[in-house]
């Protein structure tokens, strides 16, 4: 079945200009996590939706950056007048249900981008 | 703040050797959960183990979870060169539903 998808793969842009990065989870996934991996690091999170409710937007490093998930489904991560430490490969991940992260997470094959 | 830290940062091995990397982590956890990222890809699932569990078996894999000293290990044996990746560890806080991952260990298996 299809698993969790992200677009573009790459992505260069330069300094200042925003970007947007989607991600469509699993069909029927409630939960969906957005994490961002810089070079040799581990997983940092960014923000995490569930269901209706709002979402926790509590790791999101700056103003710049925002996200939103239409219908219970699709997301966008929006970072606006990037600089260069947004470098970074951004994933994706959702799950069937959150609850106590007992759910293993699916993830997407990232984002990669790179900004000049 | 990065809850569990794996333990070596790098690996190198001789194909049908075992490997054996570490977890360790700071607060009280109901599971831990071992990924693997091969390069350039997004994260797989491996395992969860839960806190009443001790160990727990998946093919060639074998994690073992000490709650009493906050550890973990994932042993692989009989590896592969398909098995060269990193490996992460992940832990959700009580009560809570993010996972929180380590910096990973990188796995290289030399044919």
């Known amino acids: 079945g299809a698993g969790v998808s992200q677009s573009p793969s790459n992505k260069v842009t330069e300094k200042g200009k925003d970007v947007e990065l989607r991600c469509d989870p699993i069909?029927?996934?409630?939960?969906l996590y957005w994490y961002r991996q810089s070079l040799g690091q581990g997983l940092e999170f960014l923000i995490y939706?569930?269901?209706?409710?709002?979402?926790?937007k509590s790791g999101l490093p700056s103003d710049r950056f925002s996200a939103e998930r239409t219908g219970g489904s699709v997301s966008t991560l929006t970072i606006q007048r990037t600089q260069q430490e947004d470098s970074a490969v951004y994933l994706c991940?959702?799950?069937?249900?959150?609850?106590?992260?007992?759910?293993?997470?699916?993830f997407g094959n990232g984002t990669r981008l790179t900004v000049t | 703040s990065q809850q569990g830290e794996e333990d070596p940062q790098a690996l190198s091995i001789q194909e049908g050797e075992n490997a054996t990397m570490n977890c360790s982590y700071k607060?009280?956890?109901?599971?831990l959960q071992w990924y693997r990222q091969n390069s350039g890809r997004g994260l797989v699932h491996l395992i969860l183990?839960?806190?009443?569990?001790r160990e727990k078996h998946s093919g060639r894999l074998r994690v073992t979870l000490d709650t009493s000293k906050k550890s973990s290990s994932l042993l692989i044996t009989a590896s592969r060169a398909a098995d060269t990746a990193s490996y992460f560890c992940?832990?959700?806080?009580?009560?809570?539903?993010?996972?929180?991952f380590g910096a990973g260990t990188t796995v290289t298996v030399r044919a």
């Open positions: 607060t009280s956890i109901n599971n």
């Open positions: 991940a959702s799950s069937p249900t959150a609850t106590g992260g007992s759910s293993p997470l699916h």
């Open positions: 183990i839960r806190s009443n569990e």
């Open positions: 939706f569930q269901g209706n409710s709002a979402p926790d």
């Open positions: 069909s029927g996934h409630t939960a």
């Open positions: 992940a832990t959700p806080r009580s009560n809570d539903y993010k996972l929180s």
